[in-house]
């Protein structure tokens, strides 16, 4: 088979599993190459996974590799250069969340992508997530009758690596880190229907020696055909990953959790290895977890972005759809820095979402 040549750009905990995908659900996918900003992780990494290429300059692994899908797995301020740079070398870009860090690079990216006939693919999973999908396909059969209000919460301790505590790498805090993963699934529920307003309140509660971030956010979006949709979303959150959505409808309801749910209830006294992510003990009760990575969306939503690459077909959730959650996560901070609703559209020129929180003049 003629397999289609991914280079992975990042060596972090977002790239194994981007990784553990490709190799166990991909078979038409290759990964010939792995970037890393630092030489001897990127040697590790790509010994650990048996990639025959290994760079520390992302132009090299771009145009040296052979690829022909760049799968971007780094922190969020290089986002855009990387992705102008692999559109500009004819490459298929996969894009993790968020985006970009700011509106004028998101629509950056996608012309650039437009203008050299490359695809631009936006890794949201939660489109892809078994357990999701099937609650919205319940949803289109008419389970729970009309949608009037959907709610999703992604909370554990705080991330992996250092760069997410870094606002001007991150360009904010958990918002940014996992609030789109809601913004997006709430989009996705409502067919893409257009955002009327956003109101926001965050908080550093539990790293404040850490991060001028928020690490705990609650945003409400009202969309213009009057569903409200509610972002819980938290880094302040022990006892590792949680991520649950309820979808309430004037004929039902229906609760969906991606981990508590596929887990096997377990007390152990002394420990174990693995749990679940970010769980920071195994002594005592715990939920473990299984085939976490496909539980999460990963895997499909990877394979149908190398079939889209391999026969030419729009992707279900393109660089437009992360724009558009951009622009509410603008909306949100800059909601939660005046304390008052924001409408839609909402662009303002900022350097970092962030600091329509930090400085709620900054949009003025």
């Not at 800059?334 to 962030?354: D, H, N, Q, R, Y």
Request: include cysteine; charged fraction near 20%; charge should be negative.
């Amino acid at each position: 088979m003629n397999r289609t040549k991914v280079a992975i750009l990042g060596a972090g905990f977002i790239s194994d599993i981007h990784l553990e995908c490709y190799h166990r659900f991909i078979p038409e996918a290759e990964v010939v190459a792995v970037y890393a900003r630092n030489r001897n992780k990127a040697q590790a990494f790509a010994e650990k996974h048996h990639i025959a290429q290994y760079y520390d300059d992302y132009e090299k692994a771009i145009l040296e590799s052979a690829c022909e899908v760049v799968d971007i797995c780094l922190p969020n301020f290089l986002h855009a250069q990387v992705t102008l740079k692999a559109a500009a070398a004819g490459k298929h870009v996969i894009i993790e969340k968020p985006l970009a860090v700011t509106l004028e690079e998101a629509d950056a990216m996608i012309a650039a992508c437009k203008q050299n006939n490359v695809k631009l693919m936006y890794a949201e999973e939660l489109c892809f997530a078994p357990k999701y999908e099937r609650a919205r396909f319940l949803v289109k059969e008419g389970a729970v009758g009309d949608i009037y209000m959907l709610k999703n919460s992604e909370k554990h301790s705080g991330p992996h690596s250092d760069w997410f505590y870094d606002i001007n790498q991150a360009g904010g805090g958990v918002l940014m880190d996992m609030g789109c993963h809601a913004l997006g699934w709430f989009r996705w529920m409502l067919g893409n229907a257009k955002v009327s307003s956003v109101y926001a309140t965050m908080n550093t509660v539990l790293h404040q020696g850490r991060t001028k971030g928020e690490d705990n956010s609650v945003v409400i979006v009202e969309f213009e055909n009057k569903v409200t949709c509610i972002a819980e979303d938290s880094w302040a959150k022990h006892g590792g990953m949680d991520d649950r959505s309820e979808i309430y409808g004037t004929g039902g309801v229906i609760y969906a959790d991606l981990f508590m749910g596929n887990s096997a209830v377990t007390y152990s006294k002394n420990g174990y290895g693995y749990a679940m992510e970010k769980a920071d003990t195994t002594q005592g009760w715990s939920f473990t977890v299984f085939e976490e990575v496909f539980n999460q969306g990963y895997p499909h939503e990877l394979k149908h972005f190398i079939q889209c690459v391999r026969e030419d077909l729009q992707p279900l959730v393109t660089g437009e759809d992360g724009r558009a959650v951009l622009e509410i996560i603008y909306a949100a901070y800059a909601s939660a820095g005046t304390g008052k609703k924001i409408t839609l559209p909402f662009a303002p020129e900022v350097t970092k979402p962030i600091d329509l929180w930090l400085n709620p003049g900054a949009a003025e």
